[in-house]
Every structure is written in C-alpha cells, then in structure tokens.
C-alpha cells in the first residue's frame, strides 16, 4: 500500500491501469519517499511490447482515463526488463534503489 496525496493506493490497481496500456508488456510500481512531507510518491517501472514507443506523457495521459488523479504515478521508467528472483517475483527494491540514486544524482 502506498500512503499518497492522503489516499491509500494499491501498487497493484496501478499496474492493472499501466498493464491495460496496449504498448505496455508488464510494470512494477512501488513507493518512494516524496521530496516533501512524510508521505510517498508513486514510481512505475514499464517494460514496453516489441517494437513499441511510448513516452512518460503519452503513458501518463492514457492513466488519466484510467485512474483517479491521486492515483497517477510521479515518477514513470521505462526498462528493458524488470529484476526478477529464481522464482520470477519482481525484486521492486533493486528498482527503487535504481530510482533512488537517480533521483540523488539530479538534486
């Protein structure tokens, strides 16, 4: 669960909304502390279909038919493939530390 805007979000919803996206293979969305305050922001990770492009906004603008403004992610990555565990569980912490230092490194 993902403490945002006052709103409780499910990662899951979220992917759901990303996933449904006709470009979109599969994603990965999880919390990262926000720059202000004591709540989170919203990351998503993407891995696009073959042969697709897509942009933040072109993705963005499709979630706000999907989703509920507080629900939109802050921060949109694409990737090539998510790290997944022997057992073929997303590893959403090497994704938020990828994040997370790309983050430091802009400030």
């Keep these: 669960m993902i403490r945002h805007r006052g709103e409780n979000v499910s990662s899951y919803q979220v992917e759901d909304a990303i996933n ?4 979109v293979q599969v994603s990965a969305v999880f ?3 926000a720059q202000e305050g004591d709540e989170d922001d ?3 990770y993407i ?3 073959p042969n697709e ?3 933040t906004d072109s993705i963005i603008q499709f979630l706000k038919g999907e989703l509920p403004l507080f629900m939109l992610p802050n921060h949109v990555r694409f990737i090539e493939d998510l790290p997944r565990t022997p057992t073929n569980k ?3 912490f090497k ?3 990828l994040l997370s230092e ?3 490194c802009d400030s």
């Design 20 to 23: 449904s996206h006709r470009s």
């Design 31 to 33: 919390p990262i502390p």
């Design 42 to 44: 919203i990351a998503a």
């Design 47 to 49: 891995v696009l279909k």
């Design 53 to 55: 492009d897509e942009t």
């Design 90 to 92: 997303t590893e959403k």
């Design 95 to 97: 994704l938020k530390k």
């Design 102 to 104: 790309e983050l430091a």
